[in-house]
């Protein structure tokens, strides 16, 4: 089905409430653009109740956009069937973020250089959908390690996450229910990493295919960066896209488009990891550009803007870093 005629389409605010038929007719629209299909039809009905919920609060939350009260607009996507507990258990199982045993740089801005009012690299990379998987870990490592590979080598190539998700037990990740990117670090400077394409991802965890000979990728280390927000953006601006982890809410879930303001925004616990690939200032208001993972039919193609950057807003300059690629 077209993007053009997609629920997407919802984000637009509605001037009346919902007849039933038209709830109807969403509701099948959903089902066939995300490929829902239900045990039974108490499921079924649950899930409808839920959706119709949903779109309820989409059209209701984007009147108050476009009357200017709210600076983002909200849309009808993969989580829109999901109850809010449902959601906050698939981005909570991301582990404490601590540093691993592999060498590291410090990162120090260079005084010589001039930071650019803003920044963007969403160009370089592809988003990607880490599925029901809880696999943010792996795409929050990879997106970072893809983006250094082309800045530093010149070699566009998409990077498995699969790879890591089957083969970095031993390092301390656990497959589909939690990891973290230092983890994920530590097992690409012993081993490298396989590409996409020789490694696809499965959304599952599977039996270690990894073979060092298909490697395309090393890195010696990584660099750490201080949680200092001036030097995250020194390090965006002038290194190129920066692993992060940060504090996702029930807000994220149906973000659409325009800046993300999460006000009292908590910085812990740091339960999902994405990648930073820029930032900027529209209306009076500074933001981060972040990539995230949950493919390209959720929020501005895949990434979201995050407002009140200056604020370390949900705690995005607590642990970034990016690796080192020899």
């Known amino acids: ?81 999901w109850t809010d507990q449902e959601f ?16 590291y740089d410090l990162f120090m801005p260079n005084s010589s250089f001039k930071v650019p009012n803003k920044v963007d690299w969403r ?38 996450e699969q790879n890591l998700i089957d083969c970095s037990w031993e390092e301390g990740n656990e497959g589909c229910t939690s990891g973290t990117r230092a983890k994920a670090y530590e097992y690409i400077y012993k081993h490298g990493l396989q590409s996409e394409r020789d490694y696809p991802y499965e959304a599952k965890v599977g039996k270690c295919r990894f073979k060092r000979r298909k490697s395309v990728v090393s890195i010696s280390g990584y660099v750490r960066i201080r949680s200092i927000e001036t030097h ?9 896209p920066v692993s992060i982890a940060f504090h996702s809410t029930k807000r994220f879930s149906s973000y659409k488009s325009g800046i993300l303001e999460i006000n009292n925004c908590k910085k812990f616990p740091l339960n999902h990891a994405a990648v930073v690939v820029g930032y900027g200032r529209e209306n009076g208001k500074d933001y981060y550009i972040i990539k995230n993972s ?13 407002g009140n950057r200056g604020s370390n807003p949900c705690g995005v300059a607590e642990r970034p870093f990016f690796p080192k690629v020899v």
């Open 232 to 240: 995250l953006i020194a390090a965006v601006a002038s290194m190129g």
């Open 88 to 103: 906050m258990d698939y981005v909570n199982q991301y582990e404490w973020e601590g540093y691993s045993r592999l060498p």
């Open 294 to 306: 949950w493919g390209r039919k959720w929020g501005e193609q895949g990434y979201f803007r995050l």
């Open 123 to 160: 160009s370089i990379t592809r988003v990607k959908n880490q599925g029901r998987c809880r696999s943010c870990w792996a795409f929050g490592a990879v997106g970072s390690l893809e983006a250094q590979l082309y800045l530093r080598k010149g070699k566009d190539i998409a990077l498995s």
């Open 1 to 81: 089905m077209r993007e053009a005629f997609s629920l997407l389409a919802l984000s637009l605010v509605l001037a009346h409430a919902f007849t039933r038929l038209e709830l109807v007719i969403e509701w099948a629209k959903f089902q066939n653009e995300f490929g829902r299909s239900y045990t039974s039809s108490l499921e079924a009905e649950k899930r409808f109740s839920i959706f119709e919920n949903s779109l309820r609060e989409v059209e209701e939350h984007n009147r108050r956009y476009h009357n200017g009260e709210v600076s983002y607009t909200k849309g009808i996507n993969d989580f829109s069937d």
